[in-house]
């Protein structure tokens, strides 16, 4: 099982956005979806 590290990050003006974290990449986080 992969382990994914997401970030969810919600807006003041009501959207909610994961990321995905790369752990062992680093670097830039990839938007996985916006609502």
Known sequence: ???VLR???ASA???LYI???DVN???DCT???QH
């Open 7 to 9: 970030l969810l990050v």
């Open 25 to 27: 990449e680093g670097g």
């Open 19 to 21: 990321y995905n974290l």
């Open 1 to 3: 099982i992969e382990k």
């Open 31 to 33: 938007l996985l979806k």
């Open 13 to 15: 003006d009501g959207y």
